[in-house]
């Protein structure tokens, strides 16, 4: 039928969809493989031969995975060219310049992380960036933390998990005597090491604390609480590690070395874990409740 004279036509709605710019994706990813390469070789050994490091195999897929959930988001946005994010990349650059004058890893680590996210900015803009801005973060924890401050944080947790070790051993009637982060037992000597401090279990709480309260929890007051909350978890994981592996070695002296001591470390992981969640639970239980007062006063 023929539209009436007089009257407009009205042209049917049209939908356009944005396609990113994968070819130009592709380059500039290349571009900054081969830029970082020997630092990427290098950080890929450390996260296969440190067992603190052990969770950065998972940082850049998780990460990536992401990124494929938000893609919906980005198609819906044009992405605009801005040239700030060169400014960035060009920042990573002169940062991984120096650290391989100096000799300092985590400088150069880190600049690759920098110029991933100057790279998100030039090709996409600020829009680009804020929405994946949580990925983009979780990219650090694949960088191992620098080894002054390492050492800063190790010993110190040593020592809290020999104390606690030391007062759940005698608590459970078994002889034990302390010297720093030694303890000495009837029959046999246990050292509290650097692998048993609790930064490995730390480190790898604090990153799933985050892909946790992401997937399954949508308040930003939980999701802070649970990633505070992986520090006294991993300390007190730890102390439960150390005091397990005295009990066992009063047993049986094998026990408490080798395959059967690593894996009292992933079960006392897994425990750690459970609470985790068993918190998650506890938190979202009182958000109902503080949603329900408020919903009620008003």
């Keep these: 039928m023929s539209p009436e004279a007089g009257q407009p036509s009205v042209a ?17 990813s290349a571009l900054l493989v081969f830029s970082y390469y020997p630092v990427l070789v290098r950080l890929v050994a450390q996260w296969n031969d440190d067992g603190d490091m052990g969770h950065g195999f998972f940082v850049p897929v998780i990460a990536g995975y ?10 819906a946005v044009d992405a605009k060219t801005n040239w700030w994010g060169l400014a960035v990349v060009i920042w990573g650059g002169l940062q991984l310049y ?16 920098f110029s991933v996210i100057g790279a998100v900015m030039l090709l996409g803009g600020t829009k680009y960036l804020k929405i994946c801005a949580f990925p983009l973060f979780l990219l650090f ?5 620098p080894a002054v401050l390492y050492n800063q944080i190790t010993f110190p947790l040593q020592l809290l998990a ?3 070790a030391e007062h759940a051993i005698l608590w459970l009637q078994i002889p034990v005597i302390r010297r720093g982060n030694i303890l ?12 048993c401090s609790g930064i490995r279990s730390l480190l790898t709480l604090t990153f799933i604390s985050l892909v946790y309260g992401y997937f399954f929890e949508r308040k930003t007051w939980i999701r802070v609480a649970l990633f505070f909350s992986t520090i006294p978890i991993a300390i007190a ?44 639970q506890v938190f979202a239980r009182l958000g109902k409740v503080f949603d329900h007062g408020s919903t009620a006063a008003n």
């Design 237 to 280: 994981a730890n102390a439960g590690r150390v005091t397990l592996t005295g009990v066992v070695s009063t047993v049986n002296k094998e026990l408490s070395e080798g395959f059967a001591h690593e894996a009292q470390g992933w079960v006392i992981f897994i425990i750690a874990f459970m609470i985790l969640i068993g918190l998650h």
């Design 162 to 164: 020999s104390n606690v």
């Design 12 to 28: 049917a709605p049209t939908t356009e969809r944005v396609s990113l710019p994968w070819v130009l994706i592709a380059w500039v």
């Design 184 to 195: 000495e037992l009837p029959d046999q000597t246990l050292n509290v090491v650097e692998a």
């Design 66 to 75: 992401i990124v494929w959930q938000r893609r919906s988001e980005l198609l």
């Design 98 to 113: 120096i650290a391989t004058v100096g000799s300092e890893l985590f400088l150069a680590r880190t600049a690759f992380v």
């Design 141 to 145: 924890f694949m960088v191992p933390i």
